[in-house]
């Protein structure tokens, strides 16, 4: 587990490229091992935010991204199936965006966000 926290340090590091693009007409979603993720904002319902607590402090936020329509291979997930249940909002968000490694605040990236969505 240590070695795995040097790897993606070492990586994030040495890492040009943004993690994260917003233009006129799509949010692009960059990982760090994987492909990225793109999103055109006509796909798009909404943006919310969520923190996690602990023991009263907040300790995570994320963004979620509410999809219109989510993938047919997310649709058919155990994950869908049970979330949809207690909130079909949390079961439409495929997507998540995590700012922590954004030099950019919570509040004010969903708010650029929702002015992107809107226009």
């Known amino acids: ?3 795995s926290g040097i790897i993606i340090s070492i990586k994030l590091l040495f890492r040009k490229k943004p993690l ?19 999103l055109r904002f006509d796909e798009i319902k909404s943006f919310y935010l969520v923190t996690s607590h602990h023991k009263g402090i907040p300790t995570n936020r994320k963004i979620f991204i509410e999809l219109k329509e989510p993938s047919q291979r ?3 997930s155990v994950y869908y ?5 207690f909130s079909l909002r949390l079961a439409n968000s495929q997507y998540g965006i995590q700012a922590d490694l954004i030099k950019i605040n919570h509040n004010e990236l969903l708010e650029i966000l929702n002015d992107r969505l809107q226009k």
């Open 20 to 38: 994260l693009t917003i233009s006129t007409n799509e949010l692009v979603i960059y990982t760090i091992f994987r492909k990225p993720i793109s």
């Open 74 to 76: 997310f649709k058919n």
């Open 1 to 3: 587990m240590f070695l």
């Open 81 to 85: 199936r049970i979330t949809r249940i």
